[in-house]
């Protein structure tokens, strides 16, 4: 059984490369502040650090890409990622007078990677295969000892509790969590939950703000709060969100403050000695262009150069300078060079001491990583990442399980020997996968929940968390009604959402939907097929003028196409009083986000029939899940641009027609 998901998944992989190489460019990052750490010529090891000016979720510690220079193109390999500071390694010294360069990822080298991981589970040993294959349905869940959940608080609901419950009893177990319920919040009790029971926890996502989430959940508990500080949790890979004090280099460097100190002064004596040698070979130039006026001064009255005595106090010391300045050209130069040799010696053993304490460093940052209770990484770093490599876990938490595709997530749920929990909603975002290839679409593209709990509403493995927080009762019932069967229940809301439901525009509306009805038109770039509406683009701008203008402390604009977000975009930056208070984005980038005003543009208009991203015609289509993200971000007003007759002429039983008719018998409609 094992041989048949790595033969069936390596060939998926495969597939879904070749798409990628077809369809998708490399992804380029860019670099500043170069500088290099430690060369071995004989070896043909040198290693540079370098400050990443952007996060990116493709650079990944092990990972290869190429680093290019104003003069060269190299392959190079990530040692560590720590903030926004990135250490590589190559193999030939790398010319760095700007300081800037470019990272260059093929993405599909991150893929080439996982097939090496998915041969591992047969080749190698120590994987716990049977968790991976009871978490996809081919072996029986198991029944574990349940825990003492006393120390959960009375703010958690009935249906909290019961996750967590579930969790420490049964595997493998899904948190089924719709937005705004609190799957967060639950997430943190459940890993407080392993972590008291003595448990070694592995928590992971797709992606780093899906993993920070989930540290976040954490560190709002005294307990887990607790964890951090004593170093038993720690944080892999790059993120420009606050670690909390759980990233490897700041536990490290708790943990060996006197190690960090001594690189830290070593660094700063460095610095100094490096500017004192570019003084002084600067004053020795100048000592060569005074040397015509000494020999001069030998015929008349001055045997002593002009130097400015400034110049030499970069190097030597107030006294000794005043002395050497009055001195002869020549014995003065002499003295520089002794200086600049003396500077050039201390200054390479000074990278040497500082190469040897980062060694050592890096090996106390794999015992840290090696003996911490609680590891947190995206998936590509648990198979990438040579941190991890060996690391076994006694549970395993997928957080947004439903977005994970299903290779990665089986070779990571086999790191874990007890238990695999996942958490996320199959109503959600699913994998996102290139190929359009029916195998590839089955084997990557289908999430967790479909797989094995394709029913969760019946299945003992699932706990649906039943209660939201975060919209306006109109707009819960609407996505709970039209998404979640109806069973979405309203908890304790401020009274937020009613004063943004009172604003402009619309006053006194949770819900609007702005009919177009066949005033727009609908097209496509040349050479491309994402689509732009111009009159939607305008009114969009508009609305979202409108909330500003009311009490709307946040406003997101979402549209299902790049192209119109492009559109949208330029107006936005046109009006600066918006651009800083209004987002447009595709639904993918609002994936776990929240806004008080949501303003979801549905582009599709004559004379183009409806897209793939809204009309949920072909059985892989991801329409539902992609109208649930756009619509249930919003807090107190959800505003809805679509050309209501228009889907209904040619989409009548679809799901944005669905969603159109549910919206105007609640909601208020208006035409522009």
């Given amino acids: 059984m094992l041989q048949r998901f790595i033969d ?62 104003e003069r060269s193109d190299d392959l190079v390999s990530v040692i560590s990622i720590d903030g926004d500071q990135v250490v590589l390694t190559g193999s030939r010294p790398i010319e760095l007078t700007a300081g800037r360069a470019t990272l260059v990822i093929y993405p599909w080298f991150l893929y080439e990677r996982l097939q090496q991981a998915l041969r591992d589970l047969d080749e190698k040993e120590g994987f716990h295969t049977d968790t991976a294959l009871a978490l996809f349905g081919k072996a029986p869940a198991r029944q574990l000892r349940g825990d003492d959940l006393a120390f959960l608080p009375d703010s958690l609901n009935e249906s909290q509790r019961r996750a967590v419950a579930l969790c420490g ?8 969590g719709p937005p705004g319920t609190g799957k967060t919040t639950t997430l943190g009790y459940i890993i407080l939950s392993l972590l008291r029971r003595g448990q070694r926890v592995l928590v992971t996502s797709t992606t780093n703000a899906a993993v920070d989430q989930a540290l976040g959940s954490l ?51 460095r610095s100094s000695m490096l500017n004192q040698l570019a003084a002084g070979k600067v004053l020795l130039v100048e000592m060569e262009a005074s040397a015509p006026a000494a020999q001069l001064g030998l015929f008349e009255l001055s045997t002593v150069a002009e130097v400015d005595r400034g110049r030499l106090v970069d190097l030597f010391s107030e006294a000794n300078a005043r002395r050497l300045a009055e001195t002869p050209l020549g014995q003065q130069r002499a003295c520089v060079e002794r200086r600049l040799a003396r500077l050039d010696k201390a200054t390479r053993l000074c990278v040497e001491k500082t190469q040897r304490l980062r060694s050592g460093l890096r090996h106390r940052e794999s015992v840290v990583a090696a003996e911490a ?45 007890q ?5 996320g909603d199959p109503q959600q975002l699913p994998p996102i996968v290139q190929s359009s290839e029916p195998f590839v679409q089955r084997a990557m593209g289908r999430s967790i929940f479909q797989i094995t709990v394709p029913e969760p509403h019946v299945s003992d493995l699932v706990i649906m968390l039943d209660t939201q927080y975060r919209m306006h009762p109109q707009i819960g019932d609407l996505v709970g009604g039209l998404f979640y069967d109806g069973r979405l229940l309203h908890g304790e809301i401020t009274g937020q959402t009613e004063s943004i439901a009172a604003s402009e ?30 009159e939607h683009a305008e009114i969009a701008v508009d609305m979202a003028r409108q909330a500003v203008n009311g009490s709307a402390g946040s406003v ?54 409806p897209g793939r991203l809204l009309s949920g015609k072909t059985p892989s289509s991801s329409a539902s899940n992609l109208i649930n993200v756009s619509l249930s971000r919003a807090r107190g007003k959800l505003i809805i641009l679509a050309d209501i007759g228009y889907f209904r002429r040619h989409d009548p039983a679809g799901i944005i027609s669905q969603v159109l008719a549910a919206a105007q018998k609640t909601g208020t409609v208006v035409c522009p």
Wanted: overall charge negative; some cysteine; proline content about 4%.
């Fill in 8 to 69: 069936s998944f390596s060939r998926a992989v495969a597939g879904e490369m070749e798409s990628m190489r077809q369809r998708l460019g490399p992804y380029e990052i860019p670099v500043a502040e170069g500088e290099q750490l430690d060369s071995d010529e004989d070896e043909g090891r040198f290693v540079f650090r370098f400050r990443l000016q952007q996060a990116n979720d493709k650079l990944v510690q092990g990972g290869e890409c190429n680093l290019i220079t």
């Fill in 373 to 417: 209770r609680l590891v947190l990484a995206t998936m590509t770093n648990v198979y990438m990442s040579s941190l991890m490599a060996g690391q076994r876990f006694d549970a395993v938490i997928v957080e947004e399980a439903g977005m994970a595709i299903l290779p990665t997530l089986f070779y990571c749920s086999c790191l874990g020997e």
């Fill in 556 to 609: 997101a604009i979402i549209a299902p196409y790049v192209e119109q977000v492009r559109h949208i975009g330029r107006r936005l930056k046109a009006n600066p009083a918006l651009s800083d208070r209004v987002e447009c984005r595709t639904v993918h980038r609002f994936q776990g986000g929240e806004r008080d005003v949501v303003i979801f543009d549905t582009v599709d208009a004559e004379p183009l029939p």
């Fill in 505 to 534: 525009p619309c006053p006194g509306s949770a819900i609007v939907v702005v009919d177009t009805d066949g005033r727009s038109t609908c097209g496509t770039p040349q050479g491309s097929y994402s689509r732009y509406n111009e």
């Fill in 219 to 269: 560190t709002a508990l005294d307990d887990g709060r607790a964890a951090i500080d004593r170093g038993h949790v720690v944080r892999l890979g790059q993120t420009r969100a606050d670690t909390h004090g759980a990233g490897l280099r700041q536990v490290v460097d708790r943990l060996y403050v006197e190690t960090r100190d001594h690189i830290d002064r070593l660094e700063r004596r």
């Fill in 169 to 176: 009893r049964t595997t493998p177990a899904f948190v089924w």
């Fill in 419 to 423: 238990r695999a929990i996942m958490v």
